[in-house]
């Protein structure tokens, strides 16, 4: 089956910048999604992207993604202590059939915040 | 944004009875919602995905007859967890799509 690959752990100090990245498998992805998830918590989307771009910003997040490779990361600008949180990399491809399909999943980089 | 309540949020339940988790979009229809179950510091896994009015679909290796799927109407979808065992104790969540796939807060299961 499809998989996506991430570190499963981070550690940088607070105010640097946070990198994660993730590898996946599965060329027919559409979009590539980054979920946060903290202790005991349910998923909190951060952003997605569409497979036909390379970048997308959104205030201190910026998502690179170089299709050729499969490769794609999640860039936090100035880390702060609540952003310590498991980060999720997650796939949509085609299944076929029509109607929404479902997400694969890495098993997430844990972020550590050093102060 | 859409938002999807999940409950409840935990339960404890002894090995041999059934479990019921609902999910529901709170401000949107959501013909097709998805059920995950997640094993402590690993990933979502997908279990099956509920159609409105249609049989669920599931993954390879989920057994239909153990974790019941029922989607009746277009904001909410059931999963009942039934004969549960101690190796059913998982983090169970719930998504819609909606806004780039909503999740639930999910559901910590205990089975003693």
């Known amino acids: 089956g499809e998989d996506v690959e991430q570190s499963l752990f981070l550690s940088v100090r607070e105010g640097d910048s946070s990198v994660i990245n993730c590898t996946y498998t599965?060329?027919?992805?559409?979009?590539l999604y980054w979920y946060k998830q903290e202790p005991g918590a349910g998923l909190q989307l951060l952003t997605y992207i569409f497979s036909n771009m390379d970048m997308k910003q959104d205030q201190r997040l910026t998502v690179l993604l170089n299709k050729k490779d499969k490769h794609l990361s999640l860039r936090i600008a100035d880390t702060q202590t609540g952003d310590s949180a498991i980060y999720f990399c997650?796939?949509?491809?085609?299944?076929?059939?029509?109607?929404?399909?479902?997400?694969?999943f890495g098993k997430g980089t844990h972020l550590i915040i050093q102060p | 944004g859409a938002v999807v309540s999940q409950h409840p949020s935990w339960v404890i339940c002894k090995s041999g009875t059934s479990v019921k988790i609902e999910c529901r979009s709170l401000?949107?229809?959501?013909?097709?919602m998805f059920w995950y179950r997640q094993f402590p510091k690993q990933s979502l896994m997908l279990m099956a995905t509920s159609n409105e009015g249609s049989k669920a679909t599931y993954e390879q290796g989920v057994e239909k007859d153990k974790f019941l799927i029922n989607h009746a109407s277009l904001t909410l979808s059931t999963l009942t967890v039934t004969s549960a065992h101690p190796e059913d104790s998982s983090f169970y969540i719930c998504?819609?799509?909606?806004?780039?796939?909503?999740f639930g807060s999910g559901t910590r299961l205990t089975v003693v």
């Open positions: 401000d949107f229809q959501a013909t097709t």
């Open positions: 998504s819609a799509a909606q806004d780039g796939y909503t």
């Open positions: 997650a796939e949509r491809g085609l299944r076929g059939g029509g109607g929404a399909d479902g997400l694969t």
């Open positions: 599965d060329s027919s992805s559409t979009y």
